[in-house]
């Protein structure tokens, strides 16, 4: 193979073959192709598009560049849940254990945050204690004995996808449709399971601003989890404003916590149900309305609660930290409110600067190499469609001294407030899911 | 600027401005924006193209990334032709000394052959002690002096070229016409030109497979050249077969001597005068049929070979080799000939492979490292149109042990012979002008 020719090939729109793209991603991964070769062969895909067996392979190609989780000797259904990224969305925290407690393993490998959307793994690492790189051999052990873990990215996964990840955000080649589908699958995949749900984020404030391309990116997931013999389905949900009342780290886990007490913002407690239900159907073969009671009945028991401070435990967390409303988790010094300008309806919240305001203070990254403070973030008081009065609260800031006036400024240009009635917005978007069935 | 906002602005469709394409080309030269990042951009204007503005702005900063000659100081109209490549094309060697002696100054830079095409650079330096480096100063010396001068590329002239070009190669990014014209363009107005006539090929054997791309890149050059207030006029030249008999260094300098002894193919001869005609036009403002008369007579009178001779002498070659028909050139010690496998009528004779051929045995590259032999080709015995008898010569290897074997299959693979006539083929395929004109 010479990689030229490849590139060629695929600027011209002709189909790569298994073998050809096979062999570019082992030269990749063994660092035998120059990146300029690579970068113009990214850009030709996102110009030409792979096609469902093009896509396969290339999904193939980047989960056997490292190692594939073997969790053939943990019993039961594995189901995992991955979301394209959000603000605010702190729902892995409360679904792994939820659906653990209803007896469906969750193994999830989770991410950090970039930009102005968070990151699971960041979120735990909040909890004093909480280790998110754990050995394989203890990762499986935990999903037996608990029935769900949750770590962050190893070295050894996909590989590949992390050298063509690096090289996509600088060359512009980020924006395709099947390269984000490849490089999600090939990391879902990795992690031994046996079927996943999908919620796929559509707003201003996901990487999706359409509902069109939140489907075509659905569509393209679904369909290679298909080919792999993976039952898979996908929720789209809003991402125009952002999930919940909080965006910060152990801002979210209280949050989180919230929700396992059978409190917690509605639009936070629902997508958990549904992602959850989706998730029991899957595994357990449960329909959908016995699913849904199973996980409203371990909301109320606490069951989903007490999973959550075992997973905690297991993984080196000090559970107490979560009691008490999460009284034990790292607080900001400051508190400062914005008000609102005038009287009327909150029309809309602009996701992306409230993540962008969170990340100012803290929460998040610029760069991979930033450090992040658990403490900081945002509290929103109002949401849309909410009446509020000139001179209200409509967020208050967590934060130390750094970039406390920006922070301000991009959360007053979030809100826009008029006197007429706001539109209604729906949480869930919509529904698809794979032609291969999920229960056994 | 950052590479990567360039990246996506033209990835997206949108037009990039002269100073961002100023700085960018600045970055290139200077090697402080990486190669993947380059090659991606080269990508996303493969597919998305450069407008006028963005096509001018990108040639200027070639152009600026090196020297650019001052011909001020030598007198007269300084006119250059340049040829986008094909196979047995030894037209500028008759063709610069012959206008040269019309009274128009000929400052040309040409190149070395690459792959099926050979290069005027390596014609030349199969001529005894031939200079094709020498310094600028000279350079105009002889020009002044002889009216005719013919150098290889400096790494003074576009350096930016150079190296976008290397990294288009193993890219799969040399196809994008814009590029192409910005690339031509950048060399020829760095020589110091007033005028430039171009020679666009079109057939299987140049790089322009139709009339229609090869009109789109005329177009582009020709705009170029408008933009930059330089009269420019193409000729659109056929190279379904070779041109001429013979594909070869030192085989394509005895043949264009030959052409200014008067003798020599005709379809040469004609180009020679085509192209002649258009360069006095530009140059001294004559008329069409003037100027042909002229350049005619300065083939019987034997001036254009003065020319030559006094050039070759100029640049430290050996004039004496080119008497009695090149006799002292070097010469192969190998000649086979290829024998035709039925009677009929040549129908097409496929100019690559015997570009290729004749590589094969030395007188070309396959990488920019090879070495060249001066003395091995290809000679013609019948081309299009021919009526032959079984086992006829159709060519023959001037060769030495080098590639002799899949030189003669490659030539058996290059002509089809039929017993129907063989379609008319036009040796000038069209031409096209700027809107500027030439005269001054």
Known sequence: MRAVDLIKAKRDGARLSAAEIGEFLTAVTAGTVPDYQVSALLMAILFRGLDDAELTAWTEGMLRSGEVVDLSSVRGSKVDKHSTGGVGDKVSICLAPLVAACGVRVPMVAGRGLGHTGGTIDKLESIAGFQVSIPIARYREILSQVGAVIIGQTDQIAPADRKLYALRDVTGTVESIPLIAASIMSKKLAEGIDALVLDVKVGQGAFMKTEAQARRLAEALIGIGERMGKPTVALLSDMEQPLGLTVGNALE??????????????????????????????????????????????????????????????????????????????????????????????????????????????????TLDDRVDPAVGVVLQHKIGDAVLAGDALATIHGRTKGIGQAMLLLERAYRIEDRPAAARQLMVGRMQSRIGGSQ
Chains 1, 2 share one sequence.
């Not at 007490?261 to 992602?275: I, N, Q, S, W």
């Not at 357990?284 to 007490?306: C, F, I, K, P, V």
């Open 253 to 366: 886990i209280a949050e989180a916590v919230e929700v396992l007490e059978g409190k917690g913002p509605a639009d936070v407690r629902e997508l958990t149900l549904e992602l959850g239900t989706e998730m029991l159907q899957l595994g357990r073969g449960l329909a959908h309305d016995e699913a849904r009671r199973e996980l409203e009945a371990r909301l109320t028991s606490g069951a989903g609660l007490q999973k959550l401070l075992a997973m905690v435990e297991a993984q080196g967390g000090d559970p107490k930290v979560l009691e008490n409303g999460g009284a034990g988790l790292p607080k900001a010094p400051e508190k400062m409110s914005i008000a609102a300008p005038r009287g009327g309806r909150v029309q809309s919240l602009n996701a992306e600067l409230v993540g962008q305001a969170a990340m100012l203070l803290g929460a998040g990254r610029e």
